[in-house]
């Protein structure tokens, strides 16, 4: 007969409420919170991350702070008091806290500060021009973000980042990375692999709660994206796109084109590029939503890549965007297997990442 | 020891929610879908229907086609997409679907197509200038849609029809249609009897899934819609009524003015009109109201018939349908009983209508 | 062992939700409906008050009246009807009702009235330029409505009132005046004490249903609504503020500055006001809010009077408005105490009323 294993799991006593046993979202990971230009030097931002209002907002030495965005005596935003130094005061009575979330001043009575009046911080960590937070229970573990080293590797005008919100559940974000088979169908000629990319079945690998998905074929000419930095603009070329899921909502893509028979597939042999997708659910139906972009080609020029991430922006926006969310109005229920979807070769790496992710959302759940 | 009755009926195995056991319509049934003028003869168009999407659109030989307006495979809508030939195919992956629902064509890897790639389909009824969508599982029988001849009897001058969408349950419309006691009350003067309808208590008869109620009287003048085409415009008139509901919602309405004293009061012998009301459901509280009218006078004048349809129109739009939609924000429920209205004769005919839809549901429902 | 007390309760026979056993609201007692001023002379108005649609209107004679503005028959609101003399007249059938809710005139068939053709009415006192209802079952209790007299007592160009309808729970507002040890920190110069309110322990009483809480204190110079109408406007003064809560939703608050060392810290010795809030719940989450000022000093001044209310109602409106309404969203829930507020000294007198006023609604509840 087997025992249970148990845990212990000390319960944050700020009342959050993240971490009941009855939230939807892996918990004890990292999720993207902003872009690192999106937290300003003064002032606070307010953002909701798995239903949970969070405050964001830098010390004078830069580093950022993220706490529950709610003052524990009466529920209001902290968001909507003002800075103290490197503290925040409450818009209401004044309890002033600081960046660790503990109450520094009550301004009331005897100025008697109450154990419990304490606002819940979360561990952040910056890295890739993004803020990642950890909102779970158990103590943060800065090795579980995966390293997007290739991101920060070359100048400035190599590398672009886009923030949209969504009105989608974010598994449908991630359906729409991990079966990249809509691209002749959904995109215009800039994407475009003229037909070539649809009739493949590719491999799929599930390792390490990552899954990782790759194509690899010929097409004439080149995507456009690419075709112009080829030395033959107008012929064919051999490409590849490279995909990887690192739980819970991060994608790695790296995408390529050469023209000799020859070269290995990948970025440091191709011209290409390295891009980061990764989303954060606000609720079950809203999903803030950020990618990354990184160039080998055409590196220093800042005209060029502000018009990369246009298109990439627009692209999504005018195109998978409004599919995602007719989507999600369509379903009108986060569980996408309840509706019976028919399935078809393409959806091997989508369904691969559901249902690992559940697996571990369930096993959390069990620890909880 | 009676044992119940059985029947076996083939769900649909496309998913979609129509036929669940809870669903509040009678479904084995004709409903109005659009009015013939409203599906284009290239495109698409999307309504719902009885809480379902519900997509329309032409082929190329002119027959309308319905089908459920969402892709099996990952929920898109139809009519986001694009039409090929008579096909439809879906803006996400490309799947293409003739008009019976079949999948006909997948992109993707070896083309293989589940059986299970299918949409459901919706036989339709074009007659009278609507077409008419039957949604319930047991099969389609065109025998019960009522006949409304006498609208195609007639030049096109003599005959218009328009469609108002309302924020209101469809028995809501209906109640106002079969209790016609209140057009003293809340339209002006040119439908008004002078307060000779109010009075009296009109004959109800209950027949083969209809009702029918019945008005005749005399007013000076006549009604305003009718006096100038008769004999005298300023002497009175005997007038009738004569409205007759087809379950579960279509209402055919006769009206005319005589001045001789010996006429059978019927359009055979009176200046009058013939009208069809019909609604559908698009939810519970959301609903899609159509009327047709054809006059037997002034039937060739092309402007008067626009006036004509624009004056019905707009006494719906401003005098009944802001009552409607008010009582519907006030009730709160679709359970007209539940809050124990105070019913006084003229209630007769909406009252029946209400009692033998819901024996008809309920039967449905115990077949189901 | 005792047995159970039981009352007799008649409960109407209007269908009228008030009364059911989960209403959240203390329900024999009186409720503002209106600003005198707000309900016209001819015309009605529509106003909900505690989940209930209210048509109020004036006799002839100028008496106000409150009816369940839903016609029994079809739940038409009568607010859309008209006036005729001192009866409503249904904008749907014409049923008319009288100012005692009983209906006088049915149109239709024989003219019959039903026995349960019946309005519920409500009974109405109007006093210190408000109208009072009483919507609960038991029989209404003028003197249960606290005696503000002060209001009426002095020239018209001393007195004041506004209103403004609230995005919050009814508690949230009563809990903002209760405890004004917020004022240094949410409103600007006109009313801060310079610190001096916080630091304060104040005394609170509870008895006969009703919670007091009373400050003192000096500050140099006086509250800047006071300070230009004491001797010497730099200098200091001694200053009180007696806050009384009666249930369930009204506060009297009375404020004073004086300069002499000796005078009792009341009205009648004091530059000061006498302010009368009170609150009634639309819903759950929307709350009529008004107030009345009367003054004692610069009485005879409309323009300073006219400056005097704006300023009170741009206060509420620009600086507690936006909090409370905030702390409504966050908290999404009425059920303060469930939050686990983290409770300082200045929260004593807003919990006693929470607490007092819960006793009373669970004593209510039992008897009902």
Chains 1, 2, 3 share one sequence.
Not at 178 to 197: A, N, W, Y
Not at 251 to 262: E, H, P, S
Not at 290 to 297: P, Q
Request: aromatic letters at 8%; a negative charge.
């Amino acid at each position: 007969m087997n025992a249970p294993e148990t845990r212990t799991i000390t319960l944050h006593p700020s009342g959050n409420p993240i971490g009941k046993p009855d939230t939807p979202y892996l918990l004890n990971t990292w999720y993207a919170a902003a872009l690192s230009t999106e937290v300003p030097t003064e002032g606070m931002m307010q953002r909701t991350l798995l239903d949970t209002s969070v405050l964001l907002y830098r010390k004078a030495d830069g580093t950022a702070v993220a706490l529950h965005d709610r003052c524990p005596h009466r529920f209001v935003p902290l968001s909507m008091g003002r800075r103290e130094g490197d503290d925040v005061v409450c818009r209401y009575h004044a309890l002033r806290f600081d960046c660790t979330g503990t109450c520094t001043h009550n301004p009331h009575g005897n100025g008697h500060i109450p154990a419990a009046a304490r606002v819940r911080s979360y561990p952040l960590l910056e890295r890739h021009g993004l803020l990642w937070i950890w909102m779970g229970e158990m103590p943060a573990d800065p090795s579980k973000l995966p390293d997007f080293g290739p991101l920060d590797d070359g100048p400035a005008t190599g590398l672009a980042h886009t923030y949209m919100p969504m009105k989608a559940h974010y598994e449908l974000i991630i359906d729409n990375v991990m079966d990249l088979s809509h691209v002749d169908h959904v995109h215009g000629e800039i994407i475009t692999t003229r037909g070539q990319l649809s009739p493949l079945i590719p491999p799929v690998k599930e390792e390490n709660d990552t899954v990782n998905v790759r194509w690899e074929w010929s097409q004439t000419p080149a995507m456009l994206i690419f075709a112009n930095f080829l030395p033959d603009p107008a012929q064919g070329a051999r490409h590849f796109l490279d995909v990887t899921w690192f739980a819970p909502a991060t994608i790695r893509l790296m995408v390529g084109a050469v023209q000799d028979g020859t070269s290995p597939l990948d970025l440091a042999h191709t011209v290409g590029q390295y891009d980061v997708h990764t989303c954060t659910p606000a609720s079950e139906g809203h999903t803030h939503y950020w990618f990354a972009t990184r160039r080998n080609h055409v590196v220093d020029d800042a005209g060029f890549n502000a018009m990369k991430i246009q298109a990439m922006h627009g692209a999504f926006v005018n195109e998978d965007g409004p599919i995602i969310e007719a989507v999600q109005r369509e379903m009108n229920t986060p569980d996408f297997f309840a509706l019976n979807p028919v399935l078809i070769s393409s959806d091997v790496a989508p369904v691969r990442v559901r249902r690992l992710l559940r697996r571990m959302i369930d096993a959390e759940r069990r620890w909880a």
